[in-house]
């Protein structure tokens, strides 16, 4: 699971209760959390959460991410970069293992936005406001133990999965026959791409639900339903899929692959503090089979 918490739940109502609620509900092995603000958050949820949770996170300055998982936790192969948390995952009652990462890029110059002012006519413009959140993959590529970990899960060792919030779309979406749907563009959104070809990561909502037509998988978002005022314009604000479960492995088969907000209806902002979920993000939940 991967799960914007939003600020560490302080936008709704008992927001950490309700953060370790979904969490229980959902009952995944692992989840990459990102707005992990506060230095008590991760104690908190895990104390909400009960025994048997166990967690890591950042401290409150970027990437403000963490990981909760039900199994051990191997901190000696922790790696943090600035926009990710990262390490070794053992599966309990079993040899198995997963390198695990959450990540959290940085939310500025929404590139989405940009596509959608129809002053914008250079991919260029769109390129310039995707440099943080390409910086920010390029520290975790550039890391010698991330890379280590990437040829070791292509070569069947242990697998690789980096989930969390991209703040920017997938380039498996902005494709010909949904480009109505996106401004009228057709966009390689670099962020997702670069990290998913430099360390050989499938997508897993999309080896799931390859129709990216059919199947949207819209994260974002939740609760925002007003305008923008981004890119010196005045736009509706715009949805898509800004937060992803990616693996490198043969031994990994994503068997279902979804998007999460609880069954609860959902009051949009600024009605939004008594919401039953407690995130502006749908969480995104990948169950796969481990060979």
């Not at 969390?164 to 563009?185: A, Q, R, V, Y």
């Not at 890119?231 to 899929?241: L, N, S």
């Amino acid at each position: 699971m991967t799960f914007n918490i939003w600020n560490s739940g302080a936008n709704v109502d008992r927001g950490l209760y309700k953060i370790a609620k979904h969490i229980r509900i959902v009952d995944a092995d692992v989840i990459a959390i990102q707005e992990v603000q506060y230095n008590w958050t991760m104690s908190n949820l895990l104390s909400r959460l009960g025994p048997g949770y166990y967690g890591y996170a950042f401290d409150t300055a970027n990437p403000n991410t963490g990981i909760i998982t039900k199994h051990e936790i191997d901190l000696s192969t922790l790696i943090r970069t600035s926009a990710s948390v990262g390490f070794k995952i053992t599966l309990l009652n079993s040899k198995k293992s997963i390198n695990f990462y959450s990540l959290h890029l940085t939310y500025r110059n929404y590139g989405p936005y940009a596509a959608n002012y129809k002053n914008v006519v250079d991919s260029k413009v769109i390129d310039l406001g995707e440099k943080g959140r390409v910086a920010n993959v390029q520290a975790i590529i550039d890391d010698p133990g991330f890379q280590a970990q990437v040829q070791s899960a292509a070569s069947g060792g242990i697998p690789l999965i980096v989930a969390g919030d991209f703040n920017s779309p997938s380039h498996l979406d902005w494709i010909e026959s949904t480009k109505h749907l996106h401004g009228d563009w057709v966009y390689e959104w670099p962020a997702n791409k670069l990290i998913s070809d430099n360390a050989s990561l499938t997508d897993s909502f999309r080896a799931v639900n390859p129709d990216p037509l059919c199947a949207p998988g819209n994260t974002w978002s939740t609760v925002h339903k007003s305008f923008t005022t981004e890119w010196e314009g005045v736009i509706p604000d715009v949805y898509d899929r800004i937060d992803f479960i990616l693996f490198n492995s043969p031994k990994l088969i994503p068997v279902d692959s979804f998007i999460y907000s609880g069954s609860l209806p959902l009051k949009p902002q600024p009605k939004h503090f008594y919401n039953d979920y407690p995130s502006d993000h749908f969480a995104v939940v990948t169950d796969f089979l481990y060979q």
